[in-house]
């Protein structure tokens, strides 16, 4: 989950994000970016359960490691 703050009419800047697995807030480096995660945009289609509906979540380093820990067949690595 992005918490953001306008900075300029109509530009946003994320201010705040909070892995929607763990609840935990994703910290800011010294260079302000934030720390590695996940971030993902899902679109759903015609006919899906969540059909036309639009799902966005975060999730940090240490929960997608558990996440990806239950996989049947892992992800890719290059």
């Known amino acids: 989950m992005r918490i953001n703050r306008e900075i300029t009419a109509p530009a946003v800047e994320t201010e705040k994000m909070i892995c929607n697995f763990c ?7 010294e260079f302000g970016y934030f720390d590695e995660h996940l971030s993902v945009e899902k679109k759903w289609g015609y006919g899906s359960e ?29």
């Open 23 to 29: 609840g935990l807030e994703i910290k800011k480096n």
């Open 50 to 78: 969540f059909d036309s509906e639009t799902h966005s979540f975060e999730i940090c380093e240490d929960c997608y490691k558990r996440l990806i820990a239950e996989f049947r067949i892992k992800p890719l690595v290059g």
